[in-house]
Nanobody, 119 residues
């Protein structure tokens, strides 16, 4: 599966960005879609996930500021980030798992998009 992530960039503290990640390539069904991030010198951490049924999970650090959503076809996942803080600076990765038409399962990562929050 191919994951194309975009939307990162440079934004000031308090600003907003919207990330998107489109999945393609022989996909029969997508289960969970999510966003993770990795700041310099730190481990990759979960930011938010959305399950096939629509339920969502957020890291405590982003609750109330970030919103994860997806399109009706469930092939694109979005992350609306508001009230950005310095500590949100990281490379953001999308993650998607599901099943190919062949029956094989996949758990794939996007290439990462850099979000930099400055004063």
């Amino acid at each position: 599966v191919q994951l194309q992530a975009c939307g990162g960039g440079l934004v000031q503290v308090g600003g907003s960005l919207r990330l998107s990640c489109a999945a393609s390539g022989g996909i029969f069904r997508i289960n969970d879609m999510g966003w993770y991030r990795q700041a310099p010198g730190k481990q990759r951490e979960l930011v938010a996930t959305i399950r096939s049924g629509g339920s969502t999970t957020y890291a405590d650090s982003v609750k109330g500021r970030f919103t994860i959503s997806r399109n009706n076809a469930m092939t694109t996942v979005y992350l609306q980030m508001n009230s950005l803080k310095h500590e949100d600076t990281a490379v953001y990765y999308c993650n998607v798992d599901g099943t190919y038409y062949s029956g094989l399962v996949f758990d794939s990562w996007g290439q990462g998009t850099l979000v930099t929050v400055s004063s």
